[in-house]
C-alpha cells in the first residue's frame, strides 16, 4: 500500500540512494538537494513514498499560501508539487500516480482550491503523466519550466 509519510531521521539513507534514470537525471533534484534546501523554504513539506515499509521516492509540497516567494503570475492559493522523484527501481509500477493521488488529497484536506506544479519542457514523459492526472498548462513559464494547474 502506498503511503505518504513525512521525512524522518531514519528516512534520509533510504532517500539518498534513490535516483532516477540516465535520461531523467536534470529534470529533477537529488533527493539530497530537496532535503537540504526544504528547511529554508516557507511552506514546504516533504514525504517519503513508501510502499508499505520501503522507501520508493519522495514527493515535495510548498503550500503558496504560506510561501514567501511566490513568483509573479504563481497561484497563490494553490499547493503545489514542489519535487517528485521515484527511485530508477521503483518507476512503472503506479506509485507516482499513487503518490500524486495522496497529495491531491493532502492539499484538499488543507483547503487549498487548486493544485499545481511545473515541468520541463523537454521532459514529454513528465507532460504526459501530470496532463494524465488532470493538470494542464497555464500558459506561464517560471524559471524556464512550463507551469501546469487543476481545480481540486
Known sequence: MITLRPVERDDLHPLFRLKVTAEQDGW????EFTLAQAPYETGAYVFAIRNDDEIVGLLAMIDFREHAYVMEGEDREAANLWRLLIGADH???????????LAFDWARARGNPRFGTSVVPENAAGLAFYRSLGLEPTGLIVDGETVLSRDL
Open 28 to 31: 529533477v533534484a537529488p533527493n
Open 91 to 101: 518507476q512503472n509500477k503506479g506509485y507516482g500516480r499513487a503518490a500524486m493521488g
